[in-house]
T-cell receptor, first 119, second 114 residues
């Protein structure tokens, strides 16, 4: 069974600085997707960034980028130029790309990292 | 452009009461699912559906029922609420098929069972 581990329950960063959130996962599959979701105090789950395992190039979305190391099963999120609005829980999630009677849409979640942004 | 609409946002139930959490999406997504979020446990899949008339159990299905009579709606029923069901519940929807399509989430329901 796949697992996702976020080893940093809490982190903090100064406004305008850069922070990296860690995520490791365990799987025997070769084809899968990885996601970072943001959950602000409003509770809404918001997709931050997505990475396909078959792509070697790291995904980037504006100030957010990932360092995807497939062999090491590592998927860290870098937030550049941190803003007060980045303060939230961040969840790393895994989804298999293998078709399995519809359950390939199941997301497997880490426990989250609470990010505080200090002014 | 409503996306996934989940109601109510908050609910307090007494032990033994029943209720239905509503979930509707307007994106014509085949796949819909319910998760619960608990501190220290992350998000866990309760039930899911791959289309109208088709539902299946996730990791933690006990105490919950679902049905999928239309593509748009996927209600979650608590038959006899227990304090262990105090949690935040999320409904999500996806496109089926290949591809790393994202899951769209409702705003969540904070349920307290006393």
């Amino acid at each position: 069974a796949q697992t996702v581990t976020q080893s940093q329950p809490e982190m903090s960063v100064q406004e305008a600085e850069t922070v990296t959130l860690s995520c490791t996962y365990d799987t025997s599959e070769s084809d899968y997707y990885l996601f970072w979701y943001k959950q602000p105090p409003s509770r809404q789950m918001i997709l931050v960034i997505r990475q396909e395992a078959y792509k070697q190039q790291n995904a980037t979305e504006n100030r957010f980028s990932v360092n995807f190391q497939k062999a090491a099963k590592s998927f860290s999120l870098k937030i550049s130029d941190s803003q007060l609005g980045d303060a939230a829980m961040y969840f790393c999630a895994y989804r298999s790309a293998i078709w399995n009677a519809g359950n390939n849409r199941k997301l497997i979640w880490g426990l989250g990292t609470s990010l505080a942004v200090n002014p | 452009n409503a996306g996934v609409t989940q109601t109510p946002k908050f609910q307090v139930l007494k032990t033994g009461q029943s209720m239905t959490l509503q979930c509707a999406q307007d994106m014509n997504h085949e796949y819909m699912s319910w998760y619960r979020q608990d501190p220290g446990m992350g998000l866990r899949l309760i039930h899911y559906s791959v289309g109208a008339g088709i539902t299946d159990q996730g990791e933690v299905p006990n105490g919950y029922n679902v049905s999928r009579s239309t593509t748009e709606d996927f209600p979650l029923r608590l038959l006899s609420a227990a304090p262990s069901q105090t949690s935040v519940y999320f409904c999500a929807s996806n496109l089926l098929g290949s591809g790393g399509t994202e899951a769209f989430f409702g705003q969540g329901t904070r349920l307290t069972v006393v």
